[in-house]
């Protein structure tokens, strides 16, 4: 017997192909993360066909429902900031006497990681459209009527804390500059235009 046997990797059949599957998932997620737009395109297509699954079945509220409190939670968490301005340990300066130095906003929640988790719960929600153990028997306006309520409440309460800290979420880009790249001036550098 050898000491320290400690092998590592998977030993059966079972443990290499969960190995090679995770392996595989792992390499195209990683592939996706430039691709925004077709991602969450691909997002709401799933989203459409959770939506066409309970109008044909005209079941599972309860399972949309559920899921649509977890996106409303994720979609939070993607706006609040990664550091509570409530707490009083040393954060971001809010104003410009505070601190010179610029910090971007930062995420609780990135968007790679938001998009996976609402595409995962999505394609978890249509699999458990086809086990009746889900289709609990509920009156589905009174559930609609909670959401909303609960949504406008939770949105209320998420923007007055954006105004009252002084932060905007959303960013539509970096500013783009007249003469980006191009140097003016005697010596030119790499970037310039010639005219010979």
Not at 105 to 113: G, S, V
């Amino acid at each position: 017997m050898m000491e320290g046997s400690d092998h590592e990797g998977p030993s059966t059949g079972s443990e290499i192909t969960t190995s090679n599957l995770k392996r595989a998932v792992q390499y195209w997620l990683d592939k996706s993360t430039i691709h925004v737009v077709p991602r969450w395109i691909g997002f709401v297509i799933f989203l459409l066909l959770f939506s066409l699954r309970i109008y044909m079945v005209q079941g599972y509220f309860i399972v949309a429902y559920g899921l649509g409190i977890f996106l409303l939670n994720n979609f939070i968490a993607f706006l609040s900031p990664l550091e509570d301005p409530n707490d009083d340990s040393p954060g971001l300066p809010s104003t410009a006497s505070e601190g010179k130095e610029f910090r971007p906003f930062a995420r609780r929640l990135p968007e790679f990681k938001f998009w996976l988790a609402c595409a995962r719960g999505t394609i978890s929600s249509i699999f458990m459209t086809f086990f009746p153990v889900f289709d609990i028997p509920v009156f589905w306006p009174i559930l609609l009527m909670y959401f909303f309520i609960l949504f406008f409440m939770t949105m209320k309460r998420q923007i007055m804390h954006m105004y009252k800290h002084r932060y905007v979420p959303i960013s539509f880009g970096k500013a783009k500059y007249k003469d980006a790249g191009v140097e003016q001036g005697m010596y030119g550098g790499g970037m310039s235009k010639r005219s010979n």
